[in-house]
């Protein structure tokens, strides 16, 4: 019987150590200050969307390490962006007043990502590679 090995980036609060909490809580509020000292409406915005792309892209790249040899994977991933920004950038010149926390609705991009990443046939393929 193989023993099950811990993905590094795998949340799990029982393995979070206090300095790890200090460290990402810290984080947490350098970021949140600097949107509130260097603030004006445009920061928050285009930083937010700076950031949050990053994270929802960076975690996308990272949950689909197989692929990373394949350049299909990045043509899609390339794609994905593309649209992502376009659409985001489209929405944030029209809208006057907006949250911070209103970029939590980027997650529901990643079951799209997942979906499309999984397309029979589209990096699964032999002439893929």
């Known amino acids: 019987m193989q023993a099950k ?9 029982d393995d979070l150590s206090v300095p790890a909490a200090i460290v990402i809580a810290l984080g947490f509020f350098l970021v949140a200050g600097c949107f509130i000292v260097f603030g004006g409406k445009g920061h ?3 930083g937010g969307l700076t950031l949050s ?24 991933t390339g794609s994905l962006l593309m649209l992502h920004l376009l659409a985001w950038i489209a929405l944030l ?16 991009e990643l079951p799209v990502f997942w979906y499309l990443r999984g397309w029979p046939g589209l990096l699964d393929s032999s ?3």
Do not use: C, Q
């Open 53 to 76: 792309t990053a994270v929802i892209f960076g975690y996308f790249v990272r949950d689909s390490r197989k692929f990373l040899p394949k350049p299909r994977f990045w043509t899609l």
């Open 127 to 129: 002439n893929g590679k």
């Open 5 to 13: 090995t811990k993905s590094r980036w795998r949340f799990d609060p």
């Open 44 to 46: 928050l915005k285009w």
């Open 93 to 108: 010149i029209h809208v006057e007043r907006w949250g911070l926390l209103w970029f939590n609705i980027m997650v529901f």
